[in-house]
């Protein structure tokens, strides 16, 4: 099966994929690069153990490699395994880290739903680094009542895990709130019509209020800048000694650290190892790193969710992948909740404050009536 | 345009010429896009290093079994009398 890097032949109700950087003890991993090619996981990430018996892994989904896509135009953006798994009925959910936004919007594209959770509610412990200020386990589903049946098992502190909210525990309802939407004019301009008539007429559910999101011209840039550092930092353990791929080319332990990276990265690492030790350095720290953090604070603050519930955004504003990266990056540097899904055939994103996926699927069950 | 020839060496990486190529090119487009970031003032702003607003989380620091060096080792590309094996750093 082409979705499947591994088939574990099971089959029935309540079936899930992980994306191929969830561990699974004594099973391969890759996270999608030939670095991990003959790795086996030493532990089960915290997601698998918290699973209840309801709920059988049915296989591990191929992925980009540590989840990094192209960001380019008219560069392959094939469907990810973690989608297509869901899609074809192979399985019922899918679990897997939506760093770019990728996940979000491919399960709008397809009928399906995304869960991306609250930074800090699901535990990472086992899942292969990638952004880890971003870094957060989502799930894949066809109705957004079982994906967030789903979460509530999966989610709440772990010890193992050091950035996470204390609550031990989350109940995800619906709670027949009287949601106000909050609706980013200026951004949902930049849609196709068939999109911006979508909203307008899901937000007719709903009390509705107006809003300028501050900086959004550089979302994307902010995003790239902080991811790339994050992922270069995350894959220099990836040296060819400890574990992992090792080249067969070498005399020295320089050659030896250089050749294992240059053979075992694909290109998309390669360009984000070179991005992110770019903006790392000492001569352009403060020109893209720390401007990139400082502009992260005000965009975290420029969504105060004061008047309003719920931030309500399209899933492709229909130019290339980066410059839709911009709608999938507020969730990720504010560490906010968001779902992604189709309305009348287009993709719509709803992000609420931190915790509040109540609101959500609140807000969702209001229109699927 | 960035220097990656200075860059891959940092990131251990050895490119090859199409490589190279493509990263310039792809750079190019990332970069010019970072010049939108020079119009914002950020002199008031703090960096943002986390999301979460909570302290952090300290357990008791107490010892426990993780795994075994045996099974540390396993994971090695290469291993000799219980430790990872490397080619010679010091002469």
Not at chain 1, 54 to 73: H, R
């Amino acid at each position: 099966m082409d979705y499947f890097i591994i088939d574990y032949n099971v089959e029935g109700q309540n079936t899930l994929a992980l994306e191929d950087s969830i561990m699974q003890k004594g099973r391969p991993i890759t996270a999608g690069s030939k670095m991990l090619d003959n790795f086996i996981a030493p532990i089960n990430a915290t997601v698998v153990d918290k699973l209840s018996n309801e709920y059988k892994i049915a296989g591990k989904t191929v992925m980009d490699e540590f989840g990094i896509p192209s960001f380019f135009s008219g560069e392959s953006d094939e469907i990810s395994g973690a989608i297509k798994a869901v899609v074809d009925n192979a399985v019922s959910f899918s679990l897997c880290n939506d760093v770019f936004g990728k996940y979000r919007k491919q399960a709008a594209d397809n009928k399906l739903c995304y869960i991306h959770p609250t930074y800090g509610t699901v535990s990472r412990y086992g899942l292969v680094p990638v952004a880890s200020s971003m870094d957060q386990i989502g799930i894949v589903c066809k109705d957004m009542r079982e994906g967030f049946k789903l979460l509530s098992l999966i989610a709440g502190n772990d010890e193992k895990d050091g950035a996470m909210f204390s609550e031990k525990s989350y109940s995800y309802d619906n709670n027949e709130q009287d949601l106000t939407l909050a609706i980013p004019d200026s951004v949902i301009r930049m849609a196709d019509k068939n999109v911006q008539d979508a909203i307008g007429d899901f937000a007719k559910n709903f009390k509705t209020t107006s809003l300028d999101l501050e900086h959004f011209n550089v979302y994307k840039q902010v995003m790239y800048i902080l991811s790339c550092a994050e992922i270069s930092n995350n894959i220099s353990r990836y040296d060819g000694v400890n574990f992992g791929y090792r080249t067969s080319n070498y005399t020295n332990i320089d050659e030896l650290y250089t050749n294992s990276r240059t053979e075992g990265f694909g290109y998309h690492a390669k360009l984000t190892a070179i991005m992110g030790t770019m903006v790392l350095t000492e001569n352009n720290y403060k020109t893209y790193y720390d401007k990139a953090m400082k502009l992260r604070r005000l965009i975290k603050d420029g969504v105060s969710f004061e008047g309003y519930d719920i931030i309500v955004l399209p899933c492709d504003i229909g130019k290339d992948p980066y410059d839709n990266l911009s709608l999938y990056s507020l969730a990720n540097l504010a560490g906010l909740p968001s779902v992604s899904f189709s309305y009348k055939g287009q993709g719509i994103q709803l992000i609420a404050n931190v915790r509040k996926e109540s609101s959500l699927l609140t807000a969702w069950e209001v229109c699927m009536k | 345009m960035i220097d990656i020839n200075r860059y891959q060496s940092m990131a251990k990486l050895s490119l090859s010429e199409s490589e190279r190529a493509r990263i310039s090119d792809h750079a190019d487009i990332l970069v010019k896009s970072f010049d939108e970031l020079e119009k914002i003032n950020v002199d008031n702003a703090s960096p943002l290093i986390s999301v979460l607003n909570e302290s952090n989380i300290l357990r008791e620091d107490i010892p426990r079994k993780f795994t075994t060096r045996e099974e540390l080792l396993s994971y090695a590309p290469e291993q000799s009398d219980g430790y990872f094996q490397v080619p010679k750093t010091i002469d």
